[in-house]
């Protein structure tokens, strides 16, 4: 079983999406908090490949299980949990990016994904094996 961690909140790629507009052309591109977690992501993933010695992206079905730590309370009608389809595409994606998978699809099995509020810091771990 492969386990990562990555530190830092989990920004969605699918909300707050920057419309712009150059030559006549509209362009639609990741908001800028998504980007800065996923610059930092990917360092923190190479740094996991070269510790594990992770030579080639895996490229058969796989299961996982997320767990997203969320810093903070979360009260009613302040702040509300993060969406977890939004978290969870954007740490496949991710993994995609970095070559830990070939394709984010081969993920076939979710075995569950979980947010705790009210801990000292934003991170997640990632958790996956081979069917």
């Not at 989990?10 to 362009?27: L, Q």
């Not at 010695?53 to 299980?65: D, E, L, Q, R, T």
Request: proline share 4%; charged share 25%; glycine share 8%.
């Amino acid at each position: 079983m492969y386990k990562i961690n990555i530190d830092g909140r989990c920004a969605s790629k699918k909300n707050s999406r920057i419309i712009f507009a150059r030559g006549g052309r509209n362009f639609n591109i990741p908001s800028k908090a998504y980007m800065g977690f996923h610059e930092d992501a990917m360092q923190q993933l190479w740094l996991w490949k070269v510790e594990n010695k992770f030579k080639k992206p895996i490229g058969v079905p796989m299961w996982f299980k997320m767990t997203l730590f969320q810093k903070g309370k979360l009260i009613k009608g302040v702040r509300t949990p993060q969406d977890m389809d939004n978290a969870m595409s954007s740490i496949l994606d991710t993994l995609e990016d970095a070559g830990i998978v070939e394709n984010d699809g081969l993920f076939h099995v979710c075995r569950g994904i979980e947010i705790i509020p009210n801990c000292d810091k934003f991170s997640t771990v990632f958790e996956f094996d081979i069917l």
